[in-house]
């Protein structure tokens, strides 16, 4: 396994929280989908992000409690857009190093 950077979590964080307004511990289960993860991990950058204005929070009720939930602003968009953009450059240019030319053509293709 790979190790996910600082940038990468971000950027994920970002696109989870940019389809649907959600609380820590799911998006910890929904990022150990791609990358080994700790919710003591998770919840520094969940705070960087809030703290950067990329995310605001919102308590809401569950089972006689709040639980804080998390939705992307304006500026964790932009935010966003940008990883993507960097994000598909990276793969690229690590795919050229990576994969045989082959196995480029084949994986576009399909």
Same mark, same amino acid.
């Given at each position: %396994?790979?190790?996910?950077?600082?940038? #990468?979590?971000?950027? %994920? $964080?970002?696109?989870?929280?940019?389809? =649907? *307004?959600?609380?820590?511990?799911?998006?910890?289960?929904?990022?150990?989908?791609?990358?080994? $993860?700790? *919710?003591?991990?998770?919840?520094?950058?969940? +705070?960087?992000?809030?703290?950067?204005?990329?995310? *605001?929070?919102?308590?809401?009720?569950? #089972?006689?409690?709040? +639980?804080?939930?998390?939705?992307?602003? =304006? =500026?964790?968009?932009? %935010?966003?857009?940008q990883?993507?953009?960097d994000?598909?450059?990276?793969?690229?240019? $690590?795919?050229?190093?990576?994969?045989?030319?082959?196995?480029? =053509?084949?994986? *576009?293709?399909?």
């Amino acid at each position: %396994m790979f190790p996910i950077s600082a940038a #990468l979590l971000d950027a %994920m $964080v970002l696109a989870l929280v940019s389809r =649907e *307004e959600t609380y820590g511990y799911k998006i910890t289960q929904d990022i150990q989908t791609a990358a080994h $993860v700790s *919710e003591s991990t998770l919840y520094p950058v969940l +705070r960087r992000l809030q703290k950067n204005g990329a995310l *605001e929070t919102f308590d809401r009720a569950y #089972l006689g409690r709040n +639980r804080r939930y998390y939705r992307i602003t =304006e =500026e964790g968009r932009s %935010m966003l857009m940008q990883y993507r953009i960097d994000w598909a450059l990276h793969k690229t240019q $690590v795919d050229s190093v990576l994969l045989d030319a082959a196995s480029i =053509e084949r994986r *576009e293709d399909q």
